[in-house]
């Protein structure tokens, strides 16, 4: 018995984790608590050195406060949040409105545009889903739309951010998996938009087909003219596009890292909601609070996951895990598959930090190795792999039981709709994601063109 604890302890990881981690306790803890209990195991099984334990502040230092890639992600997470207090979204969303007023769904569809829109002005999931569903929620609903297809297309459309550029996660990814961020941002600016394009189709093609879930009113403005909506464009849809194109263009011009992207996205948000006449101290102490707050959640995430990954190493998890693969003689199309199926299942329990923290470090390496002849070559399959797993990891927010998306959206908007109508809204959209990953595996060139492009 000792003797198989010895040589599958890491394995045991797994299940406790699990198992902690449904009980509700905050995640950082659940991690770090893991992985202090097995290196005590280890330590009393004489498998693991005491002094080892020091090496979980120098890998955290490493990993997150001594990294400069990460550094990007506070000032995301500040453009993001201020742009969210200071209404900049809310009057985008009533401009796409207008504009799009003759269509099938023409408020499903513009909270889709404008889902897409934000998605490159910020990562936060949350933020975009209590943001949009405050605005766009009670419109729908009062214009009769179904809650099921309301609640669908805010959900969806609000968790684009996780995918398009600069996402958070996305920074989270490059460098666990030790590619370029730029690179990584442009690569996923086709499939993003393969997605928004998805559901766009959906809504339009759903409304024509079942006006009950979005039925056609009369809009009071049909008559607005064009002098102004001209007026309309300039003040609310030209600016954050504009601050879109400055910071994404940055990184891909090659002008800026980053990090210095996301510093010159926060001055910029400063200044939208400076010119809107909303930037106070009290927003920006808001703001900061925020962020700070968020940032330091992140970090502590992060701090408490190396330490978990580095006890399954230590203990010979990966090790393991490869053997294991090994022996299943498995060819390169059918491991990718199997991924993409643990990721997508790991997502109905875990959100996407634990899933990547977690899976990515012990996967790479393996995906690294594989061949899939000129389907793709071996220097792009990293950035391939990240794409497939970055929209499979979309769904997690969107998946129940446990999908962030569908809790932040019912806790904000309370008893207006039905835990079940969020539920029945989100599938088609989930099985939309799916569609769209597949489109990726079959032809890996719509997220592999544009870097390999840029970088010529």
């Known amino acids: 018995m000792l003797e198989h604890f010895q040589e599958y302890l890491a394995l045991y990881m797994f299940p406790v984790l699990a198992i902690l981690l449904f009980s509700g306790l905050p995640v950082a803890f659940v991690l770090g608590g893991v992985a202090v209990l097995f290196a005590t195991l280890a330590i009393a099984m004489d498998m693991m050195n005491i002094s080892e334990l020091y090496l979980f502040v120098e890998r955290a230092w490493q990993s997150g406060a001594d990294n400069l890639v990460l550094t990007a992600i506070p000032g995301f997470i500040f453009m993001g949040t201020l742009?969210?207090?200071?209404?900049?979204a809310g009057d985008l969303l009533n401009i796409l409105q207008r504009l799009l007023q003759q269509a099938p769904g023409s408020l499903a569809l513009a909270v889709t545009l404008m889902g897409t829109i934000m998605a490159a002005t910020t990562g936060i999931i949350g933020a975009s889903v209590v943001m949009m569903t405050l605005m766009a929620l009670p419109t729908m609903l009062q214009q009769r739309y179904a809650p099921s297809f309301a609640t669908g297309s805010i959900a969806a459309s609000a968790t684009l951010g996780i995918l398009l550029p600069p996402s958070i996660m996305l920074v989270v990814m490059?460098?666990?998996?030790?590619?370029?961020?730029?690179?990584?941002?442009i690569a996923a600016i086709i499939p993003g938009l393969v997605l928004a394009v998805l559901y766009m189709v959906y809504v339009v093609v759903a409304a024509k087909l079942n006006p009950t879930l979005a039925p056609k009113t009369v809009s009071e403005h049909e008559h607005l003219d064009g002098k102004a909506l001209l007026t309309?464009?300039?003040?609310?849809?030209?600016?954050p596009v504009f601050l879109i194109a400055l910071v994404l263009g940055s990184i891909f011009g090659g002008w800026a890292t980053p990090t210095e992207a996301a510093g010159i996205g926060a001055f910029g948000a400063i200044v939208l909601s400076a010119i809107k006449?909303?930037?106070?101290?009290?927003?920006?102490?808001?703001?900061?609070?925020?962020?700070?707050?968020?940032?330091?959640?992140?970090?502590?995430?992060?701090?408490?996951?190396t330490a978990f990954s580095y006890v399954f190493r230590a203990l010979w998890g990966e090790e393991i895990i490869v053997d294991f693969i090994?022996?299943?003689?498995?060819?390169?199309?059918?491991?990718?598959?199997?991924?993409?199926?643990?990721?997508?299942?790991?997502?109905?329990?875990?959100?996407?930090?634990?899933?990547?923290?977690?899976?990515l470090p012990v996967f790479a390496p393996i995906v690294a190795l594989l061949d899939f002849g000129e389907h793709v070559v071996k220097a792009e399959i990293l950035y391939w792999f990240a794409i497939l797993a970055a929209i499979n990891l979309q769904t997690s927010f969107l998946t129940p039981p446990f999908g962030?998306?569908?809790?932040?959206?019912?806790?904000?908007?309370?008893?207006?709709?039905?835990?079940?109508?969020?539920?029945?809204?989100?599938?088609?959209?989930?099985?939309?994601?799916?569609?769209?990953?597949?489109?990726?595996?079959i032809w890996p060139e719509l997220a592999l063109w544009l870097p390999r492009q840029l970088m010529e």
């Open 404 to 441: 962030a998306a569908l809790f932040y959206m019912k806790g904000t908007a309370r008893a207006r709709v039905k835990l079940q109508d969020i539920y029945r809204g989100i599938v088609p959209f989930v099985m939309l994601q799916l569609f769209g990953l597949a489109v990726i595996l």
């Open 232 to 239: 309309l464009l300039l003040k609310g849809f030209l600016p």
């Open 174 to 185: 490059a460098d666990l998996l030790t590619i370029s961020v730029g690179n990584l941002f």
């Open 277 to 305: 006449g909303k930037f106070n101290f009290a927003l920006l102490h808001e703001t900061c609070q925020k962020t700070a707050m968020t940032t330091a959640m992140i970090f502590f995430i992060i701090f408490t996951a």
């Open 83 to 88: 742009l969210e207090r200071s209404k900049v």
């Open 326 to 359: 090994q022996s299943m003689d498995l060819g390169a199309w059918s491991l990718l598959l199997s991924l993409m199926l643990t990721i997508f299942i790991l997502g109905f329990f875990f959100d996407w930090i634990e899933i990547t923290l977690i899976v």
